[in-house]
């Protein structure tokens, strides 16, 4: 109830009321004792938002056969509408899993580090997977706009400098084939 008393609906569809369920879960003290529910609203909110988000047309590894070798720092990608990406400290995604398909739920687990995850769609089905640390920090600089060279820099600094550019491309090669990109531009 205290949901609706503090949120008046601003669209005449209730698909939208819950935009900020998982901030109120949050900061309003009759929840703040159960930080899991505003993490789990957030997640099923990113989860609604990567289902009803357009469609793309991915692109394939093939498309970086003709990248010149002295054009690659300065690559930059666009990613399918429907990627999304978290840090969740709790459990989550196993909790909705198990609620969503009705099965006992796990203990609520508390990690010590935020974990990333990756969240888009595949045609009608909804995706997730975690991340690890490096491949979260790749995610971020390309996804927020940074060209494949500052890609390899911020890999440089959490990985040996040889290892980046392997690294990157890996990742890359992943974002390719699981369909994430949709575009590549040269700067």
Request: glycine residues 6%.
């Amino acid at each position: 109830g205290r949901y609706i008393a503090a949120h008046v609906s601003r669209t005449p569809s209730i698909r939208y009321y819950g935009v900020a369920l998982s901030e109120f879960l949050a900061t309003d003290a009759g929840y703040q004792d159960a930080p899991v529910l505003a993490e789990l609203a957030a997640w099923e909110w990113a989860m609604t938002e990567v289902f009803d988000a357009a469609d793309g047309s991915p692109i394939g590894a093939e498309a970086l056969v003709c990248i010149a070798p002295e054009d690659w720092a300065e690559l930059r990608f666009d990613f399918h509408p429907s990627v999304r990406r978290l840090e969740l400290r709790w459990n989550v995604p196993p909790l909705w899993k198990a609620l969503t398909a009705d099965e006992p739920r796990p203990e609520h687990e508390l990690a010590a580090e935020p974990q990333a995850w990756l969240q888009w769609r595949d045609g009608l089905q909804t995706l997730f997977r975690s991340l690890e640390a490096d491949e979260a920090a790749a995610l971020r600089v390309t996804m927020d706009g940074g060209s494949f060279g500052e890609l390899c820099l911020r890999l440089s600094k959490l990985l040996d400098d040889a290892q980046a550019p392997g690294r990157a491309a890996v990742h890359l090669r992943s974002w390719l084939d699981a369909g994430l990109v949709t575009g590549i531009r040269h700067s």
